[in-house]
């Protein structure tokens, strides 16, 4: 926890550099929250970015960004490993096929169900 001293010091510094101070304060930590040239408001304490929400449309229209960006990402992630693991259980599958040893066989079925897991995870993100 940064004490008194300190949370002046970084509250002056900020002041100095031309972020605002603005009248609300951080709802963890209840020190001043600023706000940077950019618009961003931030609590310096906390390292916090904190949103500032007028009415709970904005709010809902916010979170919704925020979950568009989630599914881009994911849709990346998606499009990058789903071609992977399917070229690796192909090749798992040929070599299944062509196994005689019981014991190779069972490392074998058990990478299988690895890539089968990762598929099931990845089709469940959100």
């Given at each position: 926890m940064v004490s008194i001293k300190e949370d002046?010091?970084?509250?002056?510094?900020?002041?100095?550099?031309?972020?605002?101070?603005l009248n609300l304060s951080c709802p963890i930590c209840k020190n001043p929250i600023f706000q940077k040239k950019n618009g961003t408001a931030f609590c310096p304490i906390c390292n916090r970015k904190v949103l500032l929400v007028e009415d709970e449309t904005k709010l809902e229209n916010e979170e919704k960004l925020e979950h568009k960006g989630d599914s881009k990402e994911i849709k990346n992630i998606r499009s990058i490993l789903i071609p992977i693991l399917i070229k690796k259980f192909q090749w798992v599958s040929q070599k299944l096929e062509a196994e005689t040893q019981l014991s190779v066989l069972s490392e074998y079925l058990e990478i299988t169900l690895?890539?089968?897991?990762?598929?099931d995870k990845i089709n469940n993100l959100n």
């Open positions: 002046a010091k970084i509250m002056a510094d900020l002041l100095k550099s031309g972020h605002r101070m690895k890539i089968l897991n990762l598929f």
